[in-house]
C-alpha cells in the first residue's frame, strides 16, 4: 500500500476505461471499503447499487454521458429514513455526508487496486431512480463509475490545480 498522502495525490478521475473486467475479489474489496466507513452514530444510510449487467450498464449510460464506458458504476444512495437528525437542529441531516464519506472510501480503495474512478453527479437523480425503481426512501446521491483506466486514460490539466493553504485553511 502507498502512503496515504501519495495515493491521494496520485488519484484522479479516470474518464477513459479499458474492456478488462474487474475480478470481483477486486470489487470486493472495493465495497468492503465503503461499508467500513464512518457514518453518523453509525447508521449506515448508504446503498450501493452495482450496475454491471449488459442492461444496467446500457441503462445508465442511456441516462448520463459521464457513465464513460465504464465495465462498473456504483450508483450510490441514501435511505433518507435512516440518515441521522441532529437533534440541535432539527433540519441537519448527515446522509449526503454519509453517502460521500462511503464514497470517497471506496475511490481511494479502488485507486490503490489499480483501478480508476469518477465522482460523478451529473445525472438526473429522480429520473435514475425510477429507471432502477429505488424505493421511494432511497434517494440517488451520485455515481462512481470503476475500472482499469484505458492507455489513453490522464489526469485533466485542472487535476493538481489548488488554492493556496492561506486561501482555504482558517486557524481561529
Known amino acids: 500500500m502507498k502512503d496515504f498522502l501519495e495515493l491521494a495525490k496520485d488519484r484522479y478521475s479516470v474518464r477513459a476505461y479499458s474492456e478488462k473486467p474487474i475480478p470481483q475479489e477486486?470489487?470486493?474489496?472495493?465495497?468492503?471499503?465503503?461499508?467500513?466507513?464512518?457514518?453518523?452514530?453509525?447508521?449506515?444510510?448508504?446503498?450501493?447499487?452495482?450496475?454491471?449487467?449488459?442492461?444496467?450498464?446500457?441503462?445508465?449510460?442511456?441516462?448520463?454521458?459521464?457513465?464513460?464506458?465504464?465495465?462498473?458504476?456504483?450508483?450510490?444512495?441514501?435511505?433518507?429514513?435512516?440518515?441521522?437528525?441532529?437533534?440541535?437542529?432539527?433540519?441537519?441531516f448527515s446522509g449526503q455526508q454519509d453517502v460521500s464519506i462511503v464514497a470517497t472510501h471506496m475511490m481511494l480503495a479502488a485507486w490503490d487496486l489499480g483501478v480508476g474512478s469518477c465522482w460523478v453527479n451529473y445525472f438526473p437523480n429522480s429520473e435514475t431512480a425510477r429507471a432502477f425503481n429505488l424505493p421511494s426512501q432511497e434517494e440517488p446521491i451520485l455515481l462512481l463509475p470503476l475500472g482499469y483506466p484505458a492507455d489513453n486514460s490522464h489526469p485533466s490539466p485542472r487535476h493538481s490545480a489548488s488554492k493556496s493553504v492561506e486561501e482555504i485553511v482558517r486557524t481561529l
Open 26 to 92: 477486486v470489487l470486493d474489496k472495493i465495497i468492503e471499503a465503503g461499508m467500513v466507513a464512518p457514518t453518523a452514530t453509525n447508521n449506515q444510510p448508504q446503498r450501493i447499487y452495482v450496475l454491471k449487467s449488459p442492461e444496467a450498464l446500457q441503462k445508465i449510460r442511456a441516462l448520463t454521458r459521464c457513465a464513460f464506458n465504464a465495465p462498473v458504476v456504483l450508483l450510490i444512495a441514501l435511505n433518507k429514513d435512516e440518515q441521522w437528525n441532529n437533534p440541535l437542529e432539527n433540519s441537519y
